[in-house]
């Protein structure tokens, strides 16, 4: 069965180099076979209500694996 496992970060250097850090966790921690991987751009608010943001949304798409860790 195919499932999907989102992330959502801010468009900065450090932003997607602590969504890579995620990303590399997460795929390490399960036993996954990613099938296909897709982002979007967006915005969302500020946390302090004042604007938005852009952001980046990225989805891998996965089947779980028996594979050893």
Request: glycine share 8%.
């Amino acid at each position: 069965m195919t499932k999907v496992q989102s992330f959502i970060g801010k468009v900065s250097i450090a932003g997607l180099q602590q969504m890579d850090m995620q990303i590399n966790d997460w795929l390490k921690r399960s036993k996954t076979k990613p099938v296909y991987v897709g982002q979007s751009f967006g915005t969302d608010i500020h946390h302090d209500g004042r604007g938005n943001e852009p952001i980046i949304v990225i989805t891998v798409w996965y089947e779980e694996t028996d594979l050893p860790s």
